[in-house]
């Protein structure tokens, strides 16, 4: 019994890197496993329906970004590479992680001198999914918070319309945007009216460097209205460590059917602060004046407010702060994609313009044989 | 401490405005639904399967369309975007025939 016990239980090892595991309730893992063997019969039983011509190779997708930016009067260079690795094993399982190496580089004495400057290497996740159901898909391993809109769906470097990451983005994903633990996530209800989406998760504490992560709990949904092309979701994280305080998030997105604008809206607010950002984007489809050259530019605008509480901190800034911005961005070709924009920062420790140029690369590469029809 | 509260929440209806009116001054255009690149917006004013309305609802509420996949890793990033989206299996089924039929 002594010895079934000791096979069941977590490894030292695992315990003393990620030692949250060993307090965790014993009845969530019978449950966790429950869920995950109750969904296999009916993976097999849709499995025979995909009769399509798609290959299941392994991918590197990714991207290369270069941002030149000017804070104050302040330049600093930005050379980025993202890539994605993508290994599915059979229909159900994928093995997929993401890697940023971003160089910062800026003058040795802020507004002259010689550029310096260093790459930092950040793991965004390792994860080991199972797509076990229409309703349940299990991720282990190291997994993007689904926390708001913003960090998990539009933070790549090639997906965001503006360069700078919203004030309020350290709400539910200090210090690192990202947990070590377990996932459910899928589809709990679809219709032709609607669909409900959610995500829960359990992550523990992690100081290595590479992995950095806390002690939380929390979850997701959303519903989404195909036919207005609108969504509205909340998110929940309770930090399990230290002051254990409470994030909240809530957010809407509409793609208006007749037009080609883009708008997004969140709220997020914690102990240490609350806040909004509210995103516009619109490409010009139909401009009267060569309208094959100005589809591919897109217009955007965003304003953002961020009011502290307790002093601010943990993330975010110690005063209150906002910050609106314009951008003028032109998709080149599908993968290529130019950028710019600017902004003006009001906060009490002084208003300083932001500027943006640069460009993103965003490339998918198959790294084994396969059927090319 | 008042004053600036007010401030905000100028500042606020004034984001509120901005949003407004540009959703607005785009209404009037009788285009496509969601942003990208032209060659996903021909296609989608001139097919309508099921496949690619899941395409627009869902892909294009984050991004762009993408570059033309090639059919052999079609399978693997569906599958990771089943997962990124969360999508379910019909939805996964409908866009692997679109993309990869």
Redesign the interface.
Known sequence: MNRAMNILSIPRRVRKSFPAFSRLPLGLWPMFFCVLAATTQCYAQDDSAQKTSAGYVPVISGAFAYIQNATGGAQTLTPQIVPVLLVPMGHSLLIESRVEFTGFFQREDGTSGRYAGKVFKTIDYAQLDWLANTHATAVVGRYILPFGLYSERLAPVWIRNLQDTPLTYSIGTHPDGAGNGFMLRGVAASTASHTIQYSAYMSAHNSITQLPAMRVAGGDTSIFFPAGHVEAGLSYQRSLEGYQINNEAAYLSWQPQRASVDLKAEYDRNHYGDGYWIEAAHSPQQFFVAPDFFRHFQLVGRMEQLFTRNGGGNGLPRVNEQRPEVGLNYQIRDDWRLESNYGRLFSANGNTNIWNFGFTYRFVWPLWPGRKS | MNT?RRI?CL??L???G??LI??L???????????????A?SAASTTSSAGE?VFM?NC?????????????????????M????????????LL??Y???
Request: with cysteine.
């Open positions: 600036h905000h500042l606020a004034v984001a509120c901005f949003c540009a959703a001054a785009a209404t009037g255009q009788s285009s496509p639904a969601a942003t990208g690149p032209s060659h917006q309305k609802a294009a509420r984050c991004h762009t369309p993408p570059m033309t996949l090639s059919p052999r890793v079609t399978g693997t990033v569906v599958a990771h089943r997962v990124r989206a969360r999508l379910s299996r019909e939805d996964e089924r692997l025939q993309l990869a039929p």
